[in-house]
């Protein structure tokens, strides 16, 4: 059987095609770092990939609102422990002045600090729009002030030793002791001896109504305008929010979710009634006794809400750890389909540089006898 040159040119020039083209898809590889050059080369990996590169984006989202979760929580407990900073400058105060005795000088020094302590704690947790009542001096025994909210009527009929101060405490509790309204509002005393009643649910509608009976008994009902307290990225720290806490993506699914504490303490039981107000320590009508059991209280309400912060940090901080070993599973899953092994296609590297030498040395040969054919013509 005879082969002619030009078969052997043409079977040679194939495979050195051939061979070229896997020694270039080797080098990329290599150079690269990707087994997969294109759709063709691992239809079924490539899909795979691409659902794992799904699942790590999610993840790193998921963890990005995490990182944003932490940072809230612990931006209340900063504040947080300001607060408590604060109060427990109070209660010093408070039980100095009731253990004590004191000159007017004095009580009224100690008066100033704790005011200014009392407007710190309203710059950190700021306050709600209230319905504001004031009961006027004039009154006589047996006439009636009425606050109404809703369809309820809260009622006190004036008697011989009775105040505008125990008046408004005796409506005050009426209002926080009843089964209904206490779900619905907080009532609490505001500067100058007024009543204040506070939304506990903004999503509740609430109306007020008040009146008084008798010839001089006299109730005046206008609005206190809130403040803002401690922000975060634009949000209240302290602010009602509908009963809920923010609510953070922390998985890899759709449900996946964490709902950080609320920490509404504007209308907290104690630290209502110290944030914000004015306090006379040469007044014989301040208990500075009931004062110490208040600000115990505060600490109290200030205590639990940052132990529920801790526990929120705690718990986001598991989520990001738990997502982060997922994240290095993916990893590891993924480099299986797209990862090219270098060792391997370096011997391949090797071997097809060989077959591409040899290649080009069998077409150099059977290019030998034409070109001494066409010499001899010459």
């Known amino acids: 059987m005879n082969i002619s040159p030009r078969s052997v ?12 083209q896997n020694l270039s898809e080797t080098i990329q590889r290599i150079n690269s770092g990707n087994k997969i050059l294109g759709p063709a080369d691992d239809p079924h990996g490539i899909a795979e990939a691409e659902k794992i590169q799904s699942h790590q984006s999610r993840l790193v989202t998921a963890n990005k609102a995490i990182d944003g979760g932490v940072s809230y929580v612990q931006a209340g407990q900063g504040y947080l422990n300001e607060l408590h900073a604060s109060l427990g400058r109070m209660s010093e105060i408070a039980t100095h002045a009731n253990s004590q005795m ?158 950080i504490p609320e920490a509404y303490l504007r209308i907290a039981t104690n630290l209502i009634q110290l944030s914000g107000r004015s306090f006379d320590f040469n007044s014989q009508d301040l208990d500075t006794n009931e004062l110490v059991q208040i600000i115990k209280g505060a600490q109290d309400e200030a205590s639990a809400t940052l132990g529920e912060m801790a526990g929120a940090e705690h718990a986001l901080s598991r989520f990001k750890t738990s997502n982060e070993i997922t994240l290095q599973n993916l990893e590891s899953a993924l480099s299986r389909f797209m990862d090219a092994d270098i060792a391997e296609e370096s011997s391949k590297m090797a071997k097809f540089n060989i077959l591409s030498q040899s290649a080009v040395a069998m077409l150099a040969q059977a290019n030998f006898g034409p070109q001494n054919v066409l010499s001899l013509l010459k």
């Open 9 to 20: 040119t043409v079977l040679g020039t194939h495979d050195w095609r051939k061979t070229s």
């Open 102 to 259: 004191l000159g007017s000088g004095e009580r009224a020094s100690y008066g100033y600090e704790f005011n200014q302590l009392a407007q710190q704690l309203v710059d950190v947790l700021g306050s709600d729009t209230a319905e504001r009542f004031d009961i006027l001096n004039g009154f006589q025994p047996n006439e009636t002030f009425t606050v109404k909210i809703n369809d309820k009527e809260f009622t006190h009929t004036a008697q011989k030793d009775d105040s505008v101060k125990t008046i408004r405490d005796a409506l005050a509790t009426q209002i926080n002791e009843d089964p209904d309204a206490s779900l619905l509002v907080r009532a609490y005393e505001g500067d100058d001896e007024s009543l204040l009643i506070t939304s506990i649910d903004s999503t509740q509608a609430i109306t007020y109504e008040s009146s008084s009976t008798g010839t001089n008994a006299v109730i005046n009902q206008g609005t206190v305008a809130g403040k803002p307290g401690a922000m975060f990225n634009g949000m209240e720290l302290f602010a009602e929010k509908a009963g809920n806490g923010p609510e953070i993506f922390v998985g890899e699914l759709e449900s996946h979710t964490y709902e």
